[in-house]
């Protein structure tokens, strides 16, 4: 990726990443992590802070640190360490609400030519039938794959 973003560390599975958002409000410890989901090859993609009371990650938090496209970025780099060793993995986001979901749907536009290189990316309609990611459209969810599925790390 071209994009400058926080260096994260990660389990051997990469399941998991947690880096930390340096900016106006100070280091926050944020978390990436990547679940299976009910249907076999289908992960959801949690992102949040972590939280050092539940020891979970909390994405209803709103930071503003001042670094949003970093962290983004850093986000989108898990996408490509997790897809490179599980290429088969089809990856959904959604935000917990609809601001935060339209927050997902502006970095996706930010971040979509390049993304496009390497993934197919799709939008969740309200009629919950996906379709190719369009600009400006209003989604429910995304769902982004590997073009390339014979990657592995």
Not at 36 to 64: A, H, P, Q, R
Not at 105 to 130: A, C, H, P, S, W
Request: glycine content about 8%.
């Amino acid at each position: 990726m071209k994009y400058h973003r926080y260096e994260y560390s990660t389990e051997k599975d990469l399941y998991f990443f947690e880096f930390e958002s340096i900016g106006i409000k100070g280091k926050i410890k944020k978390i990436v992590q990547y679940s299976e989901m009910s249907v076999k090859g289908f992960y959801n993609l949690g992102f949040g802070d972590y939280n050092e009371i539940t020891k979970e990650i909390d994405d209803e938090i709103i930071t503003n640190n001042g670094d949003g496209l970093k962290v983004l970025a850093t986000v989108v780099s898990t996408l490509y360490s997790f897809t490179g060793k599980y290429p088969e993995a089809n990856i959904f986001a959604t935000g917990n609400n609809e601001a935060r979901t339209r927050l997902y749907r502006m970095g996706i536009t930010n971040y979509l030519e390049e993304l496009k290189q390497d993934f197919l990316v799709y939008g969740l309609r309200k009629d919950e039938i996906f379709e190719e990611f369009i600009v400006g459209e209003d989604y429910m969810g995304f769902l982004v794959t590997r073009k390339n599925k014979d990657i592995k790390i």
